[in-house]
């Protein structure tokens, strides 16, 4: 693999590999979908994922920018794009450290998630398959009054 180093301004592509430096230590990742190319339209249930890259995170962390590893400790994550090309002083710092064919057999895993489809319908998501709960809101995200007032739009979810 190259171990070239350069800052992420490209847009990544699928099968590359990546790394960012935590207080002095590499962590390395693998952007193994990106979801808007495989599925253009935002068609239901993948379109929460529209914007986002399917990525594996490599086992181990490194003193070097060498990548030893060929294992994920994190199978797959979604991560929203913009978070790789951020410009101001809060981003992260993503490096690309190369490219390598993804096998998909072994490497593509959907993680699994819940989700409020429809701003009302909580669904458990993997990969393309959504499946509908029984769950209500208020199961979902608990009591939603404080003094007998509706919490939404006073609270961050």
Known sequence: ?????????????EGDVFYSIYNGKYIFGKLLMNVSQRMPERVKPMRTFHDCYLVGIYKGIYDKPILTENEFVIPSIYTIKKQFYLKNEDKTEWYFYGNEPIDYKKDINFPECITIVDSRKICFHSGEVQLLTKLTQKDWRGDTTYNGKSIFGILPF
């Not at 693999?1 to 592509?13: W, Y």
Request: proline residues 0%; glycine residues 0%.
């Open 1 to 13: 693999m190259n171990s070239k180093t350069i800052n992420m301004v490209k847009k990544m592509e």
